[in-house]
């Protein structure tokens, strides 16, 4: 079966999942939609898509697609995930961040809850192949039970520290958490979109009391030289009798008394991640059954521990798990580091 997909946002981030349909068999993009015609229209031409739209209803409405690539700023994802659903798309792939606060995350939880559609975050990096080999070996004990992991990125939370959050839940194999002490510091609303702590340092504890270090912003460890900030994001999970260790450069393992190392292109495995992202969707689509590890109610779960990590902060204090989120923690941590922040929500 060949899938209908269409693209709402045409901006640079969109590129990522468009560029790579010249290596999926199952799907076509048929449509894209954004409210600048030059984008929509440049954005067509440049991956030979038939139509573009101004009017996401509009498209919905003409192209019936399968799947919808949604590449928006995370302050109106609520809004229109709701759109889509309310036209009953059956598969929808969001970009990161899922959300800008508790009033939003509160809301796609009623989402999760009630809609026919299957989300899933755009979390490609769960999808690189050396990552799956790692989550294998974990699964298959090869470094004995785990007993700490580790996971930083340089950029704020909001940014890209999401993206290793993702990674801790795989290596810990989505282990329930009972309690997450942090520290946050600063502010940096990341292109007036992604408000963030501009550092934040948490103890992540699971229901097995094994533990997650989780870092971003200033501080964490460099993995490369003259890159980008962006791309110091690493994740390692040291077990009873060996580990494993990835980072966007590099890749790193334990196993037996044996240690092998290697290195790797990240834009070349960061497009295959980005096409097994998009074929697990199909699965899903194919099979209710399958859902992506990456769904909307796990990477909800993920948020949660950034609240925490804010309430935290704001209380001076572990929170223990479960836990629900006071609608405004986001601002109460504005105010706590002293930043100013309109809300759009507000």
Sequence with gaps: MS???????????????????????????????????????????????????????????????????????PTIRYSLMKRLSDHRIPAVIVEKPIAIGAHDYKLLRELEATSETRYTVNHQLRYHERVMEMLDHIAAGDIGAVRCLDASARLPMSGQGVHVLDLMFAFAQYTPIRAVHAACSGFDDINGTHPSPESVSALVTFVDEKRGVLQSGAGVPEMATDVGRHMHKRIAAYGETGFVHWTMHSWEKGIGGKVERGEHKYGEVDDIGQINLTNAVFDWIEDGAAATPTNLATSLDEWRVLLACYASTVGKTPIEFPFEPEDDLLEQYIEFAGAEWTNPHA
């Design 3 to 73: 899938f209908k997909v269409a693209f709402l946002g045409c901006g640079g981030r969109a590129n990522g999942h468009a560029r790579v349909y010249d290596r999926i068999t199952r799907g076509a993009p048929v449509a894209c939609c954004d409210l600048v015609e030059e984008k929509a229209q440049a954005f067509a031409e440049n991956y030979g898509i038939p139509k573009y739209y101004l009017d996401l209803d509009e498209m919905i409405e003409k192209e019936q697609p399968d799947l919808v690539h949604m590449s928006m700023p």
